[in-house]
């Protein structure tokens, strides 16, 4: 066992789906199963092959935010600020004078502030470019994501953006565990934020790779993914501050493991061999055996080819295991949020493994040969969760698997 | 794990300064040349606007015809850095042992994003071509590199706007220093591209006389660049076991973020200052042992205000200041990885880079105006953003 001093815990969730805004609204209805994944109100879809997503429809930016910061950042910067502030509540931890150096941000995105490069080039064309108003340029680079959750929290510790595709809140929680493990840092807020993007819905409906109707992952006649938006957010401390704070844990952190398909840019690789190295480096890295694994939260996408890989990917590392190990995906509920996706889903873990509760993979009706393993079927199955793996894959070929643990003193 | 030594062995560049480290080493001793975009048909911008761009690179010559179709531009300079640079360690690995890539950058594929965006208006979002949304992801260069050099052991991106390049290698720093892997090949990447200057020219930071005046008291904004420098960056113990000819350790790094100027650009350095310090910890040396800054500063006022400010409160108020931008223009995300490049290469040629008329500079900071010769053993590099960030390496000479 590591000494406090070098073990990491999440002490802090906090959560923008479209399942719902809130920690709470999120469980509640992720627990019954409710499908967020629905015709898109505010995008206007009706020139493309699919008109579903997945959209926060009860997100309040100024229930979050004041005036001045609403206008400084684009949407995914207001769910990420407003995510860190739920979750910084839910940690009871209170930025100081004191403690600002000792406290970071890492964040992961696909595509950081789409919408506002989406309104400039609208602008552009619409009026001319001498008409993009003058602050907007500055809202662009994601790298205001993190900026702006530090600026308004007034935090001074390590600052990044991680921008790993769909694989980044994965990225950005692993990076956030090496500060803490390298001392410096003693508390890190991590996880990844995006906004339903044009640009990804015009691309995934390009490659056809966007469902119609509803997200299916692993099932028999799964037909794409859903473009979707969110933020996840956890505080993630050095256990010996956590415990000196009197904070509450949701979990431990043990690990995680980065690899790369180096296959092609859209699809992944069929025999799974970047998603093998991380998923293995992840059990390495966190000092555990294959066999120790309750439950994985999978990418599942909903994609003939990732569901397809994923489950090769499982059973490879896992062996016999795999048949009784549980998997499903989240994905099937609150769709494709990109960057922000293993942000979210590694939150979930948390609250699964502090709830005894495996969430479920919805929309699961006829069983595919070439994945044939206990997905969670529709309805969520109460366990005892000792330790829990969350895979993220992406575009570019990342792979990453991360793992959790239920903390014991 | 704490005291593992990181060190480079290797660095590839492609910049106006030219491809290659040896070209980088031979034009640091010329007057930088500019150039305007109108060179590149960035007709829509109604201003000849001056930068450093890269000339006289030519992709196909370095990686032949095949697999650039439907590459972009930023793919195409990281492509060539990393053939360039870095081949000898690629072809003589297997794809499980091959080096990880992490590639830091401010603007990612903006370009080829405002391209498939303005595409789907002019032609409808049912033509654009599919193959072209590969290149709007941000890590896109960093997959394509990872593909085709068949590197399965990392592939990261960082974006942490004007630090990313310097970010990127502090993030492989702890990753090797957490012993994940056995090698990476990291730095920064940024191309100019037309919505970058846009947006530039829209928030009023290019400067308006064509003149990089970094730390100027009367400095009026940047001057864009664009370039990819790269460095691979591994342990001492690795390196000796291999053979590698070691070109500097990575002695310390450390980064903080500064609310203040992420607010309103006021700032009193002090977030700086820190990042410095802990540095200098980290390295186990004192500010007096540090033979010269590589200074982030890149004429835009308030960045240069707040880098001056952090200096001052930590460094000897006489070790020589360099601003490599003059070389090489603000590259944001490749800006950080080119400074090191540069510092490398003073390290090397036992002098410290500058190449201006002299002018009057912010705190008196002693910026070096002409090439000082002398023999350093460490150099501090450093960036501060206008969006808060700060970051610094320390390179150790260990030659």
Known sequence: ?409 | MQSKRIVITDVGTISSLGTGFESLNEAMTRTPQKSTVKDYDFHQLENDIECYSIKDYDPVQILGKKGLRNKDFSTKILLGTIQTGFEEILSNTDEYNKPGISIGTAFGSIQSIGDFLSDSIISGVNSVNPQLFANTVINSPTGNANIRFNSKNLSSTIASGFNAGIDSLIYSYNYLRKNYIQNIIAGGLEEISYYALLGLLRSGMLSNSGDPRPFAADANGVIMGEACALFLMESEESARERGANIIAEIAGTASSFDPQTAQNGKSDGESGAFAIKTALEEAEIDADAIDFIASGANGNPKCDKFEAAAIKKVMDTKTPVTAYKMFTGECYGASGAMNVACALSDLKNKKISGKAKPYQTIDDIPLVFEPQYKESTYALVTSFSCEGNCSVVILKNVN
């Open chain 1, 1 to 409: 066992m590591l000494m406090s001093e070098n073990r990491v815990v999440i002490t802090g969730v906090g959560l923008v789906t479209p399942i719902g805004t809130g920690t709470d609204v999120f469980w509640d209805s992720a627990v019954r199963g409710e499908n967020g994944v629905r015709p898109l109100e505010l995008f206007d879809p009706s020139e493309y092959r699919t008109k579903t997503g997945g959209e926060v429809r009860d997100f309040k930016a100024e229930d979050h935010l004041s005036e001045e910061d609403i206008n400084r950042m684009g949407r995914s910067g207001q769910f990420a600020v407003a995510a860190t502030r739920m979750a910084l509540n839910d940690s009871a931890l209170k930025v100081s004078e004191e403690n600002g150096y000792r406290i970071g941000v890492s964040m992961g995105t696909t595509m950081g502030e789409p919408q506002i490069l989406e309104k400039a080039v609208h602008i552009k064309y619409d009026s001319g470019s001498e008409q993009i108003p003058q602050n907007l340029p500055r809202q662009y680079p994601c790298a205001s994501i993190p900026a702006n959750i530090a600026r308004v929290f007034k935090i001074k510790g390590p600052n990044i953006i991680i921008p790993t595709a769909c694989a980044a809140g994965n990225y950005a929680i692993g990076y956030a565990f090496d500060q803490i493990q390298l001392n410096k840092a003693d508390v890190m807020i991590a996880g990844g934020s995006d906004p339903f993007s044009g640009i990804a819905f015009t691309g995934f409906n390009r490659l056809l790779a966007t469902t119609p109707d509803i997200c299916r992952p692993f099932d028999l006649n799964r037909s794409g993914m859903a473009v979707s938006e969110g933020a996840g957010i956890v505080i993630i401390e050095r256990l010996s501050h956590a415990l000196a704070r009197g904070a509450s844990i949701y979990a431990e952190i043990l690990g995680y493991g980065l690899g790369c398909d180096a296959y092609k840019m859209t699809i992944p690789d069929p025999t799974g061999s970047g998603g093998i190295i991380a998923l293995k480096r992840a059990i390495k890295n966190s000092g555990i055996a294959p066999d120790e694994i309750d439950y994985i939260s999978a990418h599942g996408t909903g994609t003939k080819e990732n569901d397809k890989s994923e489950t090769l990917i499982v059973k490879e590392v896992l062996g016999e295991k795999a048949r009784t190990t549980p998997v499903s995906s989240i994905k099937s509920m609150i769709g494709h949020t990109m960057g922000a996706a293993s942000a979210i889903e590694a939150a979930a873990c948390a609250l699964m493994i502090k709830n005894g509760v495996i969430l479920p993979t919805i929309n699961y009706s006829d069983p595919d040969p070439d994945c044939d393993l206990d997905y969670v079927p529709n309805r969520s199955r109460s366990t005892d969760l000792e330790t829990v793996v969350s895979n993220a894959y992406a575009f570019a070929g990342n792979t990453s698997s991360l793992v959790l643990r239920k903390f014991k003193g």
